[in-house]
């Protein structure tokens, strides 16, 4: 079952979904962007780079780079590099499993989020998005 706006908003007044900022204040919800069915994320301030090309090593630790971002200028990703991006907000939520997906205008782009989409009831964090 998907939340409408209306569902939503009842929730985050009901405590059942929380989003807030890392120091752990609550946004108001006319900051949490919520749209018709879903409430809009903006991305933290780093970027983890992972190494082109390279062979994965289980064994070894693997070879990357961080990236801090002024969002004030424009930013690259490269293709057929890997990255991991996570979200400015803290997404708590006791009651709901959350599925997270990429704005359209994004993939339209060819900007693409992998693996893992889920977000299980109580977890109490940023959000990673696995992007290639």
Do not use: Q, W
Not at 82 to 105: G, H, Q
Request: charged share 20%; aromatic share 8%.
């Amino acid at each position: 079952m998907m939340l409408t706006r209306n569902e939503i908003l009842k929730e985050i007044d009901n405590g059942n979904i929380v989003i807030s900022d890392l120091n752990g204040t609550n946004l108001p919800k006319h900051l949490n962007n919520v749209a018709e069915c879903s409430i809009d994320l903006h991305l933290g301030n780093v970027i983890i780079e992972f190494a082109k090309g390279e062979m994965v090593d289980f064994m070894e630790e693997p070879k990357y780079r961080i990236i801090e971002v002024d969002y004030a200028n424009s930013i690259a990703l490269y293709p057929n590099y890997f990255y991991l991006l996570c979200t400015k907000e803290v997404v708590y939520t006791n009651k709901f499993a959350l599925i997270l997906m990429l704005k359209s205008s994004i993939a339209r782009n060819g900007i693409m989020h992998t693996l893992s989409g889920l977000v299980e009831p109580c977890f109490n964090d940023v959000i990673t998005l696995e992007v290639t």
